[in-house]
């Protein structure tokens, strides 16, 4: 089944083939907030295939240390590419019967997937769903294999929330634009927030994973072995699945950007794609927000194009994306949203590990404070 989310812009299918494919039982991907019906797919492009990875300058990262080169597993790659402008019909036996009812409604009728009163917003004008069978790698300065953005087109990510405060103004700054992104929350953060966690999943943005606790995983592998490193990576898979309350994406960022091969190795064989970046806003070292809109703006007006690495949880991001984000539309830039094909399936045992943590949210984490403890008596 092919989905439609509508933006005005263009849907692209990338599809990744691997031979190392863990045969996991799959529920079908429903983004939290996407309106969706099918959209007839034109194969128009083919296959590159690719082993490599980049240097990446090793870098003071404050909390985050910058990483090294990686190789990456080979793969297939195959992309099909469906036009958009307005919703378009197709086959009704290739979706359910509701998809199939709102494709027969003229496109006047179609909703946007997320309300939006700003006329002048950026708005996403493209949503690329990816495969992540056999675990693809994306970002340039990691992995060279797969080049999906075109010139002038970014994907915003963000990582190491959910943060309260700075995490709802990057919600915010994004809503007023219309625009979606892809959040990598850090698991024990989201254990922390899952309210906050909640907002970004009702505001329709992409949920990868971060990490159970942010460590470093090739110093984790080094001092307390794979078993340990595996453990940070579905630790926060189920963390971050079981606070946001919805389907999450096999999306993956590692720590301070540091790839153990052995890991990457492992998240192919858990169809979980890799995100490193093509730009790295820094905005971990950069304390002012005009210093950060020039350093950022500078680089991508360099590169052209690219996945943007910012930070959810640093409060300069908070306060500056705003004026980025009109940066980028004043450079003519075009936000492009990355969806998984999948949704993530996390594994029974770290579940039940992440409900073990004390601490621990109960299942009644939608109530407020105030509904469950009231005060009956002083003040
Ligand atoms: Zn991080």
Redesign the pocket.
């Known amino acids: 089944m092919r989905r439609q989310v509508i933006t005005g812009g263009a849907i692209v299918v990338i599809s990744v083939a691997s031979a190392a494919a863990y045969n996991i039982v799959q529920s079908r991907w429903f983004h939290a907030a996407g309106q969706r019906s099918g959209a007839p797919i034109e194969a128009v492009s083919a296959a590159s295939s690719g082993q490599g990875a980049a240097p990446r300058e090793a870098a003071e990262r404050g909390w985050?240390q910058a990483g090294a080169a990686e190789p990456v597993t080979s793969a297939q790659q195959s992309a099909t590419v469906a036009p958009m402008g307005a919703p378009q019909p197709q086959s009704a036996g290739a979706r359910p019967p509701q998809a199939a009812a709102q494709a027969a409604m003229p496109p006047a009728a179609a909703k946007p997937a997320i309300a939006c009163s700003n006329p002048n917003a950026m708005g996403v004008t493209r949503v690329v769903e990816i495969d992540t069978a056999g675990g693809p790698g994306f970002g340039s300065q990691h992995f060279k294999t797969f080049d999906f953005l075109r010139d002038h087109e970014v994907a915003l990510t963000f990582?190491?929330g959910p943060w309260p405060g700075n995490t709802q103004a990057v919600l915010k700054a994004l809503a007023d634009q219309c625009l979606r992104a892809t959040f990598?929350p850090?698991g024990k953060h989201a254990t922390y927030h899952p309210e906050i966690l909640k907002q970004v999943v009702a505001a329709g943005h992409t949920i990868g994973n971060?990490t159970w606790s942010?460590q470093d995983l090739q110093a984790v592998m080094k001092k307390s072995g794979q078993d340990a490193a595996i453990e940070e990576i579905e630790k926060g898979a189920s963390a971050v699945h079981m606070m946001a309350g919805a389907p999450t994406a096999p999306f993956f960022?590692f720590?301070?950007l540091r790839h153990p091969p052995e890991m990457l190795t492992y998240l192919g064989g858990r169809n979980i794609a890799s995100f490193s970046t093509d730009i790295d806003s820094f905005d971990f070292k950069i304390k002012k927000p005009d210093e950060l809109v020039r350093s950022l703006m500078g680089k991508l007006n360099k590169l052209g194009k690219g996945i943007i690495l910012m930070?959810d949880?640093q409060k300069v991001t908070s306060i500056a994306l705003p004026q980025i984000l009109g940066e980028l539309q004043k450079n003519g830039f075009k936000v492009v949203h990355m969806v998984p094909k999948e949704p993530l399936t996390t594994l029974p045992q770290f579940d039940e590990a992440v409900l073990k943590e004390n601490k621990l949210p109960t299942l009644s984490e939608n109530k407020s404070t105030d509904s469950v403890v009231r005060t009956i008596s002083g003040q």
Do not use: L
């Open positions: 985050e990582d190491d990598f850090i971060h942010h960022r720590p301070d930070h949880f």
